[in-house]
DNA sequence: CTGAAAGCGCTTACAG
DNA sequence: CTGAAAGCGCTTACAG
């Protein structure tokens, strides 16, 4: 830390090494072919002796700042991590890099982050919007004049959005237990405030109906330790269902823990799908039976779509959607016989 | 979008609406006391009415850029996630903002981002070091002038290190499963090539003979499938281990599924102990026992120290360790008699 | 292909 | 307490 007696260096030093005007050393330093090799060559050599590193923040008047923010509601869900691993991966192949803002799901938060990232010049910012349904938030995502990518959910503002098609991901989750034999089919979390949840229970409803079953939703906040006291209240009661379709896989992770803990076999007496296919779904015991949203894929895209339009200065694509899978492990089986 | 159309309005411009100068705008904004509470007041307005947002790329003659880089090797491991969230709490609450990289444990991308963060003029980075033994990459760290923070893995670049006693934590795993009568104790996972598994392998050793016990280290990958298949070759002979420190809980929890699938009762017929404590811990099948080295907390402690010594220009105090507690669940139990 | 000059949107002494 | 001027380290027309 010899920032307080060296002062950083500047083009102009490198400029006097290279013995060029400083306007080359720009040039050359943004790798403008207009400048000529050997040039270009002394340029460099003088920069990486003098251990010349660009400042990029005075380069106010350049298109752009390579900057791209990302917002999500909890980093600590291993599906948001993931998909913040893979947008990160491809900023950086492109070489832009990150700011990273966790917003835990509070609108005065995203409030905060989104303005920073402004402040900080962003090129775009990519968002999963707070669920909590707050309309000056979801306005000021459009407001700010900023290029802005919405991801996962869909909230009013008029901005390009990412999405899943969930709804589909449920009817798979339903068609399976249904083939399996099961009828009595519960969607466990979920508070239909917000387009992911209200897509999810939409889908989990026709489908449910178009097999001629009695739908029955139990919201639940999505924590393992709410999942495990909805499960241990729904399944002390007489009526209890013989398969759970669950919100997310942490959701899952937690209901399995408390049914077995319960005596009930899960895959045997109980059948338990999740949605994501977090890297554990495949770890636990036993393993889980998943709708796979594909995150890392998905925040690949995002930043794809981002990139694309800073690159062309052109504006996000306004709608895409990508697909689920099924992934069949052992946490469903057949439907226990009624005795 | 409409940057195309509109230009972004400047200070200038707040100034005109607010009838003062630029420099008076810049103190408001700014938060300088000294400016009159009338001034205050009418600028505030003028910057709201307008919408006016502050432009901190072109602050560069401020002290700080109000960026802080955040450097690790894998977001999708849940323990770096929580240490992520952690930094980026503290550091929201004060009004920076988290620049992301993830290196992937490659010295090349830390190198690249490390060199990106510095471009965007970064007041800090905090970096958890590739493992490859590459001096470069580790010298590059202090060679930059940047205010460097190494976190949990300690290279030989002289800067300052926040650390886990986990020599500690493993003794307090291993006194565990002696007084649970277990005497053939295997450490699973880790290479000691770094700092963190060095520290891991020797608190280990020591402890094992301090027991008057054998010590046995089989090194392994640090993902679950790797663990996985470590554990099917180490209990496919005749000399089983009745017990298994792993390297991290995520490696434990790979190694309990293969136990599982061989028949083998976690915490009845082979006790395991992971280490970290990650969210899923509590959650798997049996509950994982396992050694919490407070990934969220050491995070926040991060950036605390980062953010001290931006704000008093003092340099971080050279070394931090943190402690470490054992947390018991199922996956430990008495070790089986010999037959 | 290269350089001198003006400019970006802020901050920082310096006067008053 | 407030403003005019110079400055930060780059980029961007514009000449030649």
Redesign the interface.
């Known amino acids: 830390?010899?920032?307080?007696t060296?002062r950083?260096l500047t083009i102009d030093d490198v400029a006097k090494v290279a013995g060029v005007s400083r306007s080359t050393v720009s040039l050359v330093l943004r790798n403008s072919g207009l400048v000529s090799e050997r040039t270009n060559i002394a340029v460099r050599e003088a920069a990486e002796r003098l251990?010349y590193?660009?400042?990029?923040?005075?380069a106010?008047r350049a298109r752009h700042?390579?900057?791209v923010g990302?917002i999500i509601p909890?980093?600590?869900n291993?599906f948001y991590?993931?998909l913040?691993?893979g947008v990160?991966?491809i900023l950086?192949d492109s070489?832009w890099?990150?700011?990273?803002?966790?917003s835990w799901e509070s609108p005065a938060?995203q409030e905060?982050?989104l303005?920073?990232?402004?402040?900080?010049?962003v090129d775009a910012v990519i968002v999963c919007p707070v669920t909590a349904a707050d309309h000056t938030a979801a306005e000021n995502l459009t407001?700010?004049?900023?290029?802005v990518l919405q991801v996962l959910r869909r909230t009013e503002a008029d901005t390009s959005y990412l999405g899943i098609d969930y709804s589909h991901g449920v009817a798979l989750a339903v068609d399976h237990l249904f083939e399996l034999g099961h009828t009595d089919i519960v969607l466990l979390g979920g508070d239909r405030a917000y387009s992911a949840a209200t897509e999810r229970y939409e889908g989990y409803m026709s489908s449910m109906r178009s097999h001629g079953l009695e739908p029955k939703h139990v919201p639940c906040a999505l924590r393992?330790s709410a999942a495990?006291d909805k499960v241990r209240e729904l399944f002390d009661k007489q009526n209890r269902p013989t398969a759970l379709i669950c919100f997310n896989d942490v959701v899952a992770?937690?209901a399995?823990?408390t049914l077995?803990r319960m005596g009930l076999k899960v895959g045997r007496d109980v059948s338990v799908v999740g949605f994501d296919n977090v890297?554990?779904a495949?770890?636990?015991?036993p393993?889980l039976t998943t709708v796979d949203t594909h995150a890392r894929q998905l925040g690949e895209r995002a930043a794809m779509l981002v990139l694309d339009s800073i690159q062309n200065?052109s504006?996000i694509a306004p709608t895409t959607i990508m697909e689920t899978s099924l992934v069949v492990r052992d946490s469903t089986g057949r439907a226990p016989s009624r005795a």
């Open positions: 830390m010899n920032e307080e060296e950083r251990g590193v660009y400042n990029r923040t005075a106010i700042s390579y900057l990302i909890d980093l600590t291993p991590s993931e913040t691993a990160d991966q950086n070489g890099i990150s700011l990273l803002g966790n938060s905060k982050i303005r920073r990232m402004h402040e900080q010049n407001r700010s004049g900023l290029r393992r495990a992770i937690g399995m823990a077995e890297a554990d495949e770890f636990v015991q393993p200065g504006s």
